[in-house]
C-alpha cells in the first residue's frame, strides 16, 4: 500500500537564559508514514511527532522546549 506522505515542518525554538527571546533550535521535515487515506492524525514515526492538516501548504508546527543546563 501507498504511502500518506503528508508532509509538515516542525520549528522547535528555546529561550536562552538570560534572555526573554525565542530562537530556533532545529527545524525538522515530517513525513507521514501511514497508509494513504487513513483515519486520524498524520504520523512521523522517525521523529515521534503526530499532527492534523487538511490538503494543501504543509502546516508549520512549534514546540519550545526549555534550553538544557550546560548547552
Do not use: F, K, Y
Amino acid at each position: 500500500m501507498a504511502e500518506c506522505g503528508s508532509r509538515a515542518h516542525l520549528i522547535i525554538t528555546l529561550t536562552p537564559e538570560g534572555t526573554t527571546t525565542n530562537i530556533v533550535r532545529r527545524r525538522m521535515e515530517l513525513r507521514c508514514g501511514l497508509v494513504e487515506g487513513h483515519d486520524g492524525p498524520h504520523r512521523d514515526a522517525e521523529h515521534g511527532e503526530e499532527w492534523t492538516a487538511g490538503p494543501g501548504r504543509p502546516p508549520m508546527l512549534l514546540r519550545h522546549e526549555d534550553e538544557e543546563p550546560g548547552s
